[in-house]
């Protein structure tokens, strides 16, 4: 089981991000803080999920390095027994609000993995993104992340804007693959609604070209494809085991959890979740659902889809693609060729 | 029966038909105030929303003129050329007609045309000019241009507002006195035209009839002069929109429904004639003709398992409309389907969105083709209806289409673009008049598969919507005709073949596979389009494959919103036909033609 946790504080908007996250509510932090244990302590009852069965825990944002370690004490004192021994403990985290000291302090507390939010190593295009932060203050967060001892580094990148050019991306990767990281996630821009670039639509722009040269370019590093946004010498286990369908934890206001096929939605309005942390409103997956998830997210990832998932007639759809070089078949998985067209394969298969 | 009227209303599309019935039906203090809805006569939701009369309606009126009662029957005709041999029944059973015409507008190509179907049934003819109250009427240019292109006396022409019911008394009292009662011997034996006929789910098919001689009565033995076959009268009706009123007999110049308790429609067809079974007349009236399709189109189901409720649709359909025709074909391409006979374009538009709003099923038309009479080596004749059935060119002697009489009116201004068109439609000019200084009638010798697919909207465009139009079948005329093939990543796509005149047949290819290129979407993978004239390629385009299809973010929150993103996706696919491994859109089975 995965355990998703939410925070969501910012310090700033950044005109790309439509997730559930407030600049102007700092003063709840504590509260929140308060909140996210409660619920906690009845998601593990209420599944009962019995010690060490937490195979990783992903904290996200919003920006969890607005949060200082001291308010995470009692939710990782609960959390701790539930934790397997070699969980993966992921933080995200903004270049300049992870000082070394939260950094430290989360270590602490049991973060072995760190990933910030660094989209790019371009002062200029950094800016025009709405973020706040700088090159400099990026590489200082992750030589300090990596002085501390992290065991595990991945930095965001975002590429596919009007804003780059084959140069800027190159320095970009330069400067990436000179820092002690070994995960990339490297996100095409996309425009969503109630963003401020959801007026300025052109600010997203792609040249499929240029993004194959960048997925070669990282993968020369030795950092392995492993979806269409992620690479890394060793895949992120919280990101996979989401492809791979399995169940998962969401606390926080707006976080998402998944548990015995049903999807549960706590309240996204942080002034509504404080109030009752434990309320959800639910989703129940059918059998046709979950089927069509696991083709979707396992052609979007290294996972693959089984042909025992498949009926007879998706399945020669399936192997016609494999006639056509789009998709590889071993050990009874299919496999996909080019992430790429993850989505349009999944339509081309399913009934 | 002298104080019994029988007429029409005849009219090009929108100079005002409907709106005058209604105002006339007002009048007659028929319909109350509370119960007029506006186009009281345009039953069908097809009709209402686009404004046009598909189906005629009739009803009985009672009017008081300087104290004497009168019975005014009014004959609604279909406004549309596919209908024009239910017009013809109609008028036969009038004996006046009413010709509107827009005071704005003027003369147009409908107009003359319904003109001459009243001509030949002797009606007499009251011109009535309508919408006088525009601020752009002019009823006396319109009533010199009456005179000069139809040559009747527009001296005494109504001049009238359906609108605002402006003139619609004198209207009234002008049928009194203008058009003649019926003749017709009342004591001779039953003699009645069907001018239309439907389907009614409580009394079962009903015919509307003007009955000529003699009467029909209640409980009476009748007999179909067409296939002799016999019914007896279960009840009697004379029309109303809203009210209809029984009585126990029809009797001569009177109009009526008759219910004979059939479960098809198919039974009681246009143009044939009621007589007593006993003491049958000797003549029918008139000549009787059963409907005959024009245009042919492959009507498919795109989900393939649907073909038996299609075939049910069909069924349905047919119960109300007695002209459709339709036989089983299996297409290569498409599957299961059937081949539909309609009177006309109209027509096929009309069913094919019925089928599709009434009975909820997603269809692939075709695109439509006339019917060619192919002349073998061997001297015989084969009649091909589906361009994809051609036989081998090695086997045909000559091949002949029909061709159609087009009557175009048109302001001079756009005469020369209106003439060009018609060149590269391959007409022949027949008549060219000038009706005054400003408007031009041109009549052309046309082959009727240049005007199955858009020909209509073109010349509408080309005109700035000024110049109108109409068609009469004429006869059959050689042609140096091939097929055209499309392939698709490689195949023959049946259901997409055409005929063409060779000399165009390299020009169509390439607009075909550039059209086909446009309507084809990127795909996973490149599709070939090609064109060719047996095996032999014309023209080929390249559908390049897809790029990209994916999100960048996908992970615990996102799977549920991606998820209903794909399913909006595939439903949008569902609608688009494979074949093999390709999908085309519905819209490339009828883009064939439209390539100008």
């Known amino acids: 089981m995965l355990l998703y946790l939410h925070i969501p504080f910012c310090d700033s908007k950044c005109h790309y991000c439509s997730f559930n996250s407030y600049v102007e509510k700092f003063h709840l932090k504590e509260h929140y803080m308060q909140s996210v244990h409660q619920q906690l302590l009845k998601d593990l009852e209420r599944f009962h999920v019995t010690h060490g069965a937490i195979e990783s825990l992903f904290i996200g944002g919003g920006t969890p390095s607005t949060v200082p370690p001291k308010l995470y004490e009692p939710f990782f004192k609960t959390l701790r027994p539930y934790l397997s021994t070699t969980a993966e403990c992921t933080a995200e985290a903004n270049p300049n609000s992870a000082t070394s000291s939260w950094l430290a302090g989360m270590q602490q507390l049991g973060i072995n993995r760190v990933s910030f939010g660094v989209q790019s190593f371009n002062n200029a295009k950094l800016k025009r993104l709405g973020r706040s932060h700088s090159r400099d203050d990026a590489i200082r967060a992750v030589t300090n992340a990596a002085a501390l001892g992290i065991a595990h580094i991945s930095l965001d990148l975002i590429y596919a804007t009007a804003f780059d050019t084959p140069s800027l991306l190159q320095a970009d990767l330069k400067q990436t693959f000179a820092l002690p990281i070994d995960h990339v996630s490297a996100y095409a821009l996309s425009i969503e609604a109630g963003t401020v670039f959801a007026n300025r639509p052109e600010v997203a722009k792609e040249h499929l070209t240029q993004t194959r040269q960048l997925f070669s370019a990282i993968e020369q590093h030795g950092f392995k494809q492993y979806e269409i946004s992620n690479f890394g010498i060793s895949p992120s286990q919280h990101n996979l085991s989401y492809w791979r369908h399995l169940p998962y934890l969401g606390i926080g206001a707006g976080a998402v959890g998944c548990v015995n096929n049903i999807r549960y939605y706590p309240h996204r309005n942080i002034e509504a979740y404080i109030q009752s942390p434990c309320f959800n409103t639910r989703e129940t997956l059918h059998d046709s659902e979950i089927k069509s998830e696991r083709i979707f997210l396992g052609l979007r990832s290294i996972v693959g889809v089984s042909r025992h998932l498949l009926g007879a007639a998706e399945f020669q759809r399936a192997q016609l693609l494999v006639d056509a070089k789009k998709l590889t078949f071993h050990d009874n998985v299919f496999y996909n060729t080019d992430y790429l067209l993850s989505d349009e394969i999944a339509l081309f298969i399913e009934d | ?596």
């Open chain 2, 1 to 596: 029966m002298e104080h019994i009227r029988n007429f029409s209303i005849i009219a090009h599309i929108d100079h005002g038909k409907s709106t005058l019935a209604d105002r006339i039906i007002q009048e007659c203090g028929s319909v109350s105030e509370r119960e007029m809805t506006t186009q009281m006569m345009d039953t069908m939701d097809i009709e209402q929303e686009r404004g046009i009369t598909i189906k005629a309606q009739s009803v009985r009126l009672d009017y008081v003129k300087d104290g004497k009662h009168y019975v005014l029957n009014l004959i609604d005709t279909p406004g549309h050329v596919d209908f024009s041999y239910e017009v013809s029944k109609s008028l036969a059973s009038s004996d006046g007609a009413l010709l509107i015409v827009d005071a704005a507008q003027g003369v147009e190509a409908q107009t003359i045309a319904n003109v001459y179907l009243a001509l030949d049934n002797d009606l007499e003819l009251l011109p009535v000019i309508n919408k006088i109250d525009l601020p752009a009427a002019e009823p006396e240019r319109v009533a010199e241009e009456i005179e000069s292109t139809i040559g009747i006396d527009a001296t005494d022409a109504l001049m009238v507002s359906a609108k605002s019911g402006m003139g619609i008394r004198e209207l009234l009292d002008a049928i009194v006195d203008r058009i003649p009662p019926p003749s017709g011997h009342p004591d001779a034996t039953t003699k009645a035209i069907i001018y239309d006929s439907w389907f009614d789910p409580y009394l079962g098919a009903l015919a509307l009839v003007r009955v000529f001689d003699g009467a029909i009565r209640k409980g009476q033995q009748v007999m179909l002069m067409s296939n002799k076959e016999q019914h007896q009268v279960l009840d009697l009706m004379y029309p109303h929109p809203l009210k209809r009123q029984k009585t126990p007999a029809i009797k001569s110049g009177e109009i009526g429904i008759v219910v004979l308790g059939l479960k098809e429609v198919s039974v009681v067809n246009v143009g044939d004639t009621i007589t007593d079974a006993k003491n049958p007349a000797t003549e029918s009236v008139g000549e009787y003709e059963p409907a005959k399709p024009f245009v042919f189109a492959g009507i498919y189901p795109i989900d393939t398992d649907r073909f038996e409720e299609l075939r049910d649709a069909l069924d349905k359909l047919k119960l109300n409309d007695s002209s459709l025709s339709y036989e089983p074909e299996t297409s290569v391409a498409l599957g299961f389907g059937f081949r539909v006979g309609f009177l006309g374009m109209l027509h096929m538009e009309v069913i094919k969105e019925r089928l599709e709003r009434e009975f909820n099923l997603d269809l692939i038309a075709t695109a439509p083709s006339v019917v060619y009479h192919v002349y073998l080596n061997d001297g015989s004749m084969v009649e091909v209806q589906n361009p994809s059935q051609l036989p081998d060119g090695t086997k045909i002697d000559r091949i002949e289409e029909p061709y159609v009489r087009a009557t175009v009116i048109t302001p001079t201004e756009y005469l020369g673009n209106i003439m060009n068109l018609l060149v590269s439609k391959r007409g022949i000019q027949e008549k060219m008049d000038y009706m005054n200084e400003e408007r031009v009638l041109l009549e052309y010798a046309l082959p009727m598969n240049e005007i199955v697919v858009d020909f209509y909207d073109t010349l509408k465009s080309i005109s700035k919507g000024y110049a109108s139009f109409d068609y009469e079948p004429t006869r059959f005329r050689e042609g140096d005709l091939v097929k055209l093939d499309l392939k698709i990543a490689g195949d023959v796509v049946d259901a997409l073949s055409v005929i063409v005149p060779r000399t165009s047949s390299l020009s169509r290819g390439r607009a075909l596979v550039k059209n086909m290129k446009e309507i084809v979407p990127r795909q996973l993978f490149e599709v070939a389009i090609q064109a060719s004239l047996g095996n032999k390629v014309i023209a080929r385009e390249t559908v390049k494959s897809m790029g990209k299809n994916v999100t960048a973010k996908c992970y615990g929150g996102d799977i549920t919103r991606k998820r209903k993103l794909l399913e909006k996706q595939k439903a949008g696919k569902k609608r688009m036909k494979s074949i093999g491994k390709v999908q085309l859109p519905q819209e490339a089975f009828m883009s064939v033609l439209k390539m100008d």
